[in-house]
């Protein structure tokens, strides 16, 4: 049978330091080495299912040439807005309404999380939804003492220093005031953000972020973004990957992390269970709680033996191959006419 040809659709070009870029990124180099499947990336071309990630024009252009082959992968929620950008209390309705309007004009959604399939059907998507999480590319993160060692180089930072690090967008999401402030009760420790701010002057809480930021002890560093083929060198750079952010629907930090053998430290969310299994992970609600469980994970050496094992273990359930798997079996149901 020749190929299925799908027309992949992402319009987060130009914010590549964020999630749903990279999962496009990921998701389309996973799809190159299927044989099943013929791509068409952000592309007019005709093809036989679109794919989309995001909702905007470009998707809007294409979807009346794929009647009963639309496929949109959810990565953002209501939820996901919250103290993300500015002005988000005002327009988080509208948000909603357009997020239903979209999920709903599609034949299936494909929901990054468990809770995420919970959502949209909170917010009246009636679509069919499948479960499908961001997976993690092991052929670019993996478990490399090389790594380690370049990472921390670049970072200035010594063999023997004790490094959290966190990966994200630097909005009040993210967790930036509570990563500053357990930065503070741990003098000991060095604490790295590596992010910026894609959406400008747009993001949250601009103002109060910069002046966080400036005030913040000298154990804290915030070095910008870095390219995507450079992250596992400073993933493997950490310790522990200390991930404050209030609310997440599938980190690919998180799982980028874990396929490097860092160890996790989250806020106490409920989503988080259900993806990593509660026993895998550090867990704390505000400042003090995370400066108790950092400063018992460095004086535990079974303890950080026992995370990163787990670390590793729980990685392996985000296979990229197995994501491949799941979509080119979709993607084949749906052009046999199968339940849309």
Same mark, same amino acid.
């Given at each position: 049978?020749?190929?299925?040809?799908?027309?992949?659709?992402? %319009?987060?070009?130009?914010? !590549?330091?964020?999630?749903?870029?990279?999962?496009?990124?990921?998701?389309?180099?996973?799809?190159?080495?299927?044989?099943?499947? $013929?791509?068409?990336?952000?592309?007019?071309? *005709?093809?036989?299912?679109?794919?989309?990630?995001?909702?905007?024009?470009?998707? +809007?252009?294409?979807?009346?040439?794929? =009647?009963?082959?639309?496929?949109?992968?959810?990565?953002?929620? =209501?939820?996901?807005?919250?103290?993300?950008?500015?002005?988000?209390?005002?327009?988080?309705?509208?948000? %909603?309404?357009?997020?239903?309007?979209?999920?709903?004009?599609?034949?299936?959604?494909?929901?990054?999380?468990?809770? +995420?399939? !919970?959502?949209?059907?909170?917010?009246?998507?009636?679509?069919?939804?499948?479960?499908?999480?961001?997976? +993690?590319?092991?052929?670019?993160?993996?478990?490399? =003492?090389?790594?380690?060692? $370049?990472?921390?180089?670049?970072?200035?930072?010594? $063999?023997?220093?004790?490094?959290?690090?966190?990966?994200?967008?630097?909005?009040?999401?993210?967790? +930036?005031? %509570?990563?500053? /402030?357990?930065?503070?009760?741990?003098?000991?420790?060095?604490?790295?953000?590596?992010?910026?701010?894609?959406?400008?002057?747009?993001?949250?809480?601009?103002?109060?972020?910069?002046?966080?930021?400036?005030?913040?002890?000298?154990?804290?560093?915030?070095?910008?973004?870095?390219?995507?083929?450079?992250?596992?060198?400073?993933?493997?750079?950490?310790?522990?990957?200390?991930?404050?952010?209030?609310?997440?629907?599938?980190?690919?930090?998180?799982? /980028?992390?874990?396929?490097?053998?860092?160890?996790?430290?989250?806020?106490?969310?409920?989503?988080?269970?259900?993806?990593?299994?509660?026993?895998?992970?550090?867990?704390?609600?505000?400042?003090?709680?995370?400066?108790? *469980?950092?400063?018992?994970?460095?004086?535990?050496?079974?303890?950080?033996?026992?995370?990163?094992?787990?670390?590793?273990?729980?990685?392996?359930?985000?296979?990229?191959?197995?994501?491949?798997?799941?979509?080119?079996?979709?993607?084949? $149901?749906?052009?046999?006419?199968?339940?849309?």
């Amino acid at each position: 049978m020749p190929p299925i040809r799908v027309n992949i659709v992402s %319009e987060s070009d130009g914010f !590549e330091a964020q999630g749903v870029h990279t999962a496009f990124l990921d998701m389309v180099d996973a799809l190159s080495k299927r044989p099943e499947v $013929e791509l068409l990336v952000n592309v007019p071309d *005709q093809g036989d299912i679109l794919h989309a990630h995001t909702f905007g024009t470009a998707y +809007v252009r294409r979807r009346s040439q794929y =009647p009963g082959r639309r496929i949109m992968t959810a990565h953002v929620i =209501p939820d996901s807005l919250k103290g993300s950008l500015i002005g988000w209390q005002l327009w988080l309705p509208v948000a %909603e309404r357009m997020m239903r309007i979209a999920y709903n004009s599609v034949d299936i959604v494909l929901a990054v999380a468990p809770h +995420v399939k !919970e959502d949209l059907k909170r917010i009246g998507v009636e679509t069919r939804i499948e479960v499908l999480t961001n997976p +993690v590319n092991e052929a670019r993160f993996y478990v490399d =003492p090389a790594f380690r060692m $370049e990472g921390r180089k670049r970072l200035g930072l010594s $063999e023997d220093a004790k490094v959290a690090l966190c990966v994200g967008q630097i909005q009040p999401r993210k967790g +930036v005031a %509570e990563f500053i /402030e357990t930065a503070r009760l741990c003098p000991d420790v060095t604490f790295v953000w590596l992010g910026g701010r894609p959406f400008g002057g747009l993001t949250a809480d601009v103002k109060g972020l910069d002046a966080k930021i400036a005030a913040a002890t000298a154990n804290v560093h915030f070095p910008g973004t870095v390219k995507l083929e450079e992250m596992p060198l400073y993933y493997s750079a950490a310790d522990i990957l200390f991930f404050p952010s209030w609310q997440e629907n599938c980190a690919l930090a998180i799982n /980028e992390a874990m396929a490097c053998g860092v160890p996790l430290l989250l806020k106490d969310n409920p989503e988080y269970p259900a993806l990593y299994g509660s026993e895998n992970y550090l867990k704390a609600t505000d400042p003090q709680g995370f400066a108790w *469980q950092i400063q018992a994970f460095f004086n535990d050496s079974d303890l950080r033996d026992k995370l990163r094992d787990a670390s590793l273990h729980v990685a392996k359930s985000f296979s990229v191959t197995t994501y491949a798997d799941f979509l080119v079996k979709l993607y084949q $149901e749906l052009m046999a006419g199968k339940p849309a």
